[in-house]
């Protein structure tokens, strides 16, 4: 018919947030299903007809899934020989429109007023309206009469609340989707009975999914892809779909290699976040990002992770352009209590330490002051140290820059010489526990990056003869390269890593004097890079290797290669 053609046309290409004018993507293209849970009906309710109430957090996908549901009935894909007729209406294009209408006017489409008449009429229970982000409908706060039959005018609230209630309607079909902020109130305005159904988002096989179909290359989807599930705190923030999203756009714009450090990242996402998702002006998302910040460090503190309502500072008791915050139900006896918590827990740690960047500078020295005695040398308070790794990364003078507000500038060079000074007692007084601090101090000065600091903090390991520990993984090796090659002796490296992730290092490698290497398993491939490619030529090199597989060195490559004037011991 011409009005699923109508459809088919409209509805085939999403605009993304950061799209340019006319710019559109198709949405097959970018779609990938989302994880979808339904609370638990009897037999009795599985065979009563009921409207469905699609709930989720902000970003995890309810739109598109409205939108890609009208598609594919368009399309014949959905439905078919179910629905004659699907209506979408979009409650934050309903809040513009001004002036009395009936249900006729409001279906606005490629069907004249008389023909939607006379489908309502007809086969009302042929129809599904499917009604979109419920909780963005501005209900009057008066008590108005509500329209009984499609052709009554009246105010664009009023027609959806009537098709809400089924005073309207009533045989036909409804989806509604909403925050799950706004359940509670949609559900004293829904009829009833009501079936629940809640978007979790991605699985991790829709993440590698939707990475790949956001690149066209898919070799740099892979890399992207990669990259992204080395830096665990953002990938598994991902399973939102709208953080899927956005990491993408984001390494899209920038790069594979644009991105080098965290908290650059979260930035850039926090930025961009903000900038598409959000309604604030630029002076209230800085003083939304002083409250989040405030909850989060209060939340730290306490090793607090889930907040109750009445624990939400009052500018950010109204959830509906806070991106950040998601809902979680908790039962309490018999009832569910409401509670609210962070996206994720990096999320938190992330606004922690932006608060006090955020702070006038005295009141964020005593601040730092106190969380750096707090932590004192990891095994304390170890929860502490991810909030003062993103304090790094904030003092970096790229990153900080980024940040809104008139006080990052300034706070950030007070914070700065109290994390050179924390780290360099850290290193002087040798209370790093072995690998934890090892790697948390390199990627610490990583996040900085800062060369003078670098350079100070280097020399003061190297004259410490502290051993440099470490277990590597994929972006550590970013990491260590980039920290070591300021350092021009290495005494004693140990190391817990892979052959292939070793060759990267090689450069680095060549500066040690003892270098202990431990492989929980090893491929013939590996022998043959590890000892041909890495180990034979650092023939200077006192070389310690642990592994299970002594007999498959040995049998493939025997003693003589090992006598270039380097020393392997192999510990059983």
């Not at 827990?345 to 005593?366: D, G, H, N, R």
């Not at 993103?390 to 007070?414: A, C, Y």
């Not at 007084?429 to 000065?445: G, V």
């Not at 090689?506 to 890079?529: E, Q």
Request: proline content about 3%.
């Amino acid at each position: 018919t011409e009005y699923k053609k109508s459809l088919l046309s409209e509805y085939a290409y999403i605009t993304e947030f950061t799209s340019r004018a006319g710019e559109q993507v198709l949405l097959n293209d970018r779609y990938t299903d989302p994880l979808i849970i339904q609370k638990h009906r009897e037999k009795k309710e599985r065979e009563t007809e009921m409207p469905v109430i699609l709930q989720g957090d902000s970003g995890s996908g309810k739109s598109v899934t409205a939108q890609k549901i009208v598609l594919d009935w368009a399309s014949g894909e959905l439905y078919a020989g179910f629905f004659d007729v699907v209506f979408h209406l979009r409650c934050k294009e309903l809040n513009g429109l001004s002036g009395e209408m009936s249900l006729l006017d409001l279906l606005d489409c490629s069907l004249t007023p008389n023909e939607i008449g006379q489908i309502l009429k007809d086969i009302p229970q042929r129809i599904l309206f499917i009604i979109d982000g419920f909780d963005e409908l501005m209900l009057s706060g008066t008590k108005e009469s509500l329209p009984p039959k499609p052709d009554i005018i009246s105010h664009s609230q009023a027609i959806v609340c009537s098709l809400l209630k089924g005073r309207m309607m009533r045989e036909s079909f409804l989806l509604v989707t909403t925050r799950s902020t706004a359940v509670d109130k949609l559900e004293n305005v829904l009829k009833k009975p009501q079936c629940f159904v809640e978007i979790m988002g991605f699985s991790e096989k829709g993440v590698s999914e939707y990475f790949r179909k956001f690149f066209e290359d898919e070799e740099f989807s892979s890399q992207v892809y990669e990259q992204v599930k080395i830096h665990e705190m953002l990938y598994t923030a991902c399973f939102i779909p709208v953080i899927s999203w956005i990491i993408c756009t984001i390494y899209k714009r920038k790069g594979k290699d644009g991105l080098t450090t965290t908290t650059s990242i979260f930035v850039d996402f926090v930025l961009t976040l903000l900038k598409h998702h959000s309604s604030l002006n630029q002076h209230d998302e800085l003083n939304l990002l002083k409250d989040l910040g405030q909850l989060a460090e209060s939340g730290t503190t306490k090793r607090q992770v889930l907040f109750s309502r009445n624990n939400l500072p009052k500018a950010i008791s109204d959830l509906s352009n806070i991106p950040f915050l998601c809902t979680f139900h908790q039962q309490e006896r018999i009832y569910l209590k409401e509670m609210f918590g962070f996206l994720h827990l990096s999320f938190q740690e992330f606004f922690t330490a932006l608060f006090y960047m955020l702070t006038v500078k005295a009141e964020a020295k005593i601040k730092v002051k106190e969380l750096l005695e707090s932590a004192g040398n990891g095994r304390r308070n170890e929860h502490l140290l991810p909030v003062i790794r993103f304090l790094f990364g904030l003092s970096n003078k790229k990153v900080n820059r980024l940040i809104p507000g008139e006080h990052p500038k300034s706070t950030s060079t007070v914070i700065r010489a109290q994390l050179e000074k924390w780290i360099s007692k850290v290193i002087e007084k040798n209370i790093m526990d072995r690998f934890y601090m090892s790697d948390f101090i390199l990627h610490c000065l990583y996040e900085l990056q800062d060369r003078e600091i670098l350079k100070k903090v280097m020399k003061l390991w190297e004259r410490s003869g502290i051993n440099i520990h470490w277990s590597l993984k994929g972006v550590d090796c970013q990491v260590v390269m980039y920290c070591l090659q300021y350092s021009s002796r290495i005494m004693s490296m140990e190391v817990k890593s892979n052959a292939k992730d070793l060759k990267m290092l090689h450069p680095v490698l060549c500066r040690c004097t003892t270098l202990s290497l431990d492989f929980d398993s090893i491929s013939d491939a590996d022998v043959d890079l590890l000892v041909q490619k890495i180990l034979l030529p650092l023939y200077h090199l006192i070389c310690h290797v642990f592994s299970l597989l002594f007999s498959l060195l040995y049998k493939s490559f025997g003693l003589q290669h090992l006598k270039n004037g380097f020393c392997l011991f192999i510990y059983l």
